[in-house]
């Protein structure tokens, strides 16, 4: 990625990424979930597995169950969450399931030890606090 895309709001190549936080700490739980200002339905889960951040809608796109508490598995190099509510998986990393839906993902990147997430016009993200460690 270009240089300069170190700020919270810069855009790179017409690309926004917003900071989210320091990779220390966000690493620290295997799911975080980020509140947009756009609304319930618009959270984000930020989730920590096997060593790689993944970001996508928090609220299930079938039914707007709490992805940010499924379970998590690895079936043929896929990692996948499911959801508590009727177990739907979603591919973590392309938002895939195994039926029509389709969750939302967003891209991450790691930058000078800072977690970033795509922007877009429909997420809009609280920045990490000190408050969310643990
Ligand atoms: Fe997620 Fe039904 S709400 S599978």
């Known amino acids: 990625m270009a240089s300069g895309s ?3 709001k ?7 990424w917003r900071l989210v936080g320091p990779a220390s700490e966000l690493s620290k739980k295997r799911c975080r979930l980020m509140y947009s200002s756009l609304g319930y339905d618009s959270d984000v ?8 951040f993944f970001a996508m809608d928090a609220r299930c796109s079938h039914s707007g169950g709490p992805l940010c508490e499924g ?12 959801c508590p509510w009727h177990d739907y998986d979603f591919d973590l990393r392309t938002g ?9 993902v967003y891209e991450v990147k790691l930058e000078d030890g800072n977690v ?4 877009t016009s429909r997420l809009s993200l609280e920045p990490f606090s000190a408050d969310q460690k643990s």
């Open 6 to 8: 170190g700020d919270e």
């Open 71 to 82: 379970d998590i598995e690895e079936a043929d190099g896929v990692l996948q969450v499911f």
């Open 10 to 16: 810069g855009k790179v190549d017409g690309v926004s």
């Open 96 to 104: 895939a399931s195994g039926t029509s839906l389709q969750q939302q």
């Open 116 to 119: 970033y997430v795509k922007h």
């Open 45 to 52: 889960c930020l989730f920590f597995v096997k060593g790689e």
